[in-house]
């Protein structure tokens, strides 16, 4: 049975850093690539940042350059480093696995979800 248990949300202040973890059981970890996602009140949910099994790394245009998604294998967990955090990110994010990179920027496609930690910029 997968699951994915996200943790490291909490209030911060703009300009601050959080990060986020993403806690994986069920699954063969090291061959799967791992996606971030989040769901602002009133807002579909959308990708932010994947990594493929290799390591590669896609962010979404709004992301890049203040969030770093990594991966340990040996403890089978993703995170999000996320630096200089704004208002806007305010959200629940999430995690998921894929089969690539460009199916973890399909979040229709995506089954399974965990309950997702929240965060909270404060201006």
């Known amino acids: 049975q997968v699951q994915l248990v996200e943790s490291g949300g909490g209030v911060v202040q703009a300009g601050r850093s959080l990060r986020l973890s993403c806690a994986t059981s069920?699954?063969?970890?090291?061959?799967?690539?791992m996606g971030w996602y989040r769901q602002a009140p009133g807002k579909q949910r959308e990708f932010v940042a994947g990594?493929?099994?290799?390591?590669?790394?896609h962010y979404a245009d709004s992301m890049k350059g203040r969030f770093t998604i990594s991966r340990d294998n040996a403890k089978e967990t993703a995170y999000l480093q996320m630096n200089s955090l704004k208002p806007e990110d305010t959200a629940v994010y999430y995690c998921?696995?894929?089969?690539?990179?460009?199916?973890?920027?399909?979040?229709?496609?995506?089954?399974?979800w965990g309950k997702g930690t929240l965060v909270t910029v404060s201006s």
């Open positions: 998921n696995t894929a089969t690539s990179l460009i199916a973890a920027m399909d979040v229709s496609a995506m089954g399974y």
């Open positions: 069920g699954i063969d970890f090291r061959y799967n690539t």
């Open positions: 990594i493929s099994a290799s390591g590669i790394t």
